[in-house]
């Protein structure tokens, strides 16, 4: 898996995540974990094409089919977490979060993204 998709950075409930400098890799574990990837990758699409208009921000994401295993797998820009203090209020709307355990970080120019928003609801 390692020389595949890269250094493993973290593991959720349906999806395994490669690191590489500037992206990330999401690779699905079950099947929640490809619905996951394809919701998210519309979710990016739809919010970057201003269809919807999110209570978050949603971090870029890209979705590619790896040719020999068939898996939808999602390229996303990395983010780095950060100080529970200085995030935005949107942060506190997302579901699949603890109270100091946002999925969220912020991407290389700063911005406060979140991660993890398959499940978040994008209608107001
Ligand atoms: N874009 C990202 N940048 C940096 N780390 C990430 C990113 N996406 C996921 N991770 C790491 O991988 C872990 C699992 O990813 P997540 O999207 O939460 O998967 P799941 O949907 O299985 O919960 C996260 O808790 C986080 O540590
Ligand atoms: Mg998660």
Known sequence: MRDRYGRPIG???????FSHKHF???IPINWPGIDDNYREAE????????????FFVPAACK??????????????EKVVRVSVCRLPSWVG??????????QVGKNKAGVVK???YAME????
């Open 43 to 54: 979710i990016h699409r739809d919010f970057q094409r201003g269809k919807i208009k999110p």
């Open 114 to 116: 979140c991660f993890d």
């Open 24 to 26: 990330v890799v999401k």
């Open 63 to 76: 979705l590619m089919v790896d040719k020999e295993t068939g898996l939808p797998i999602l390229i996303m």
């Open 93 to 102: 709307s997302l579901s699949d979060s603890g109270p100091t355990t946002f």
């Open 11 to 17: 593991c959720g409930a349906s999806r395994r995540v």
């Open 121 to 124: 609801t994008t209608e107001p």
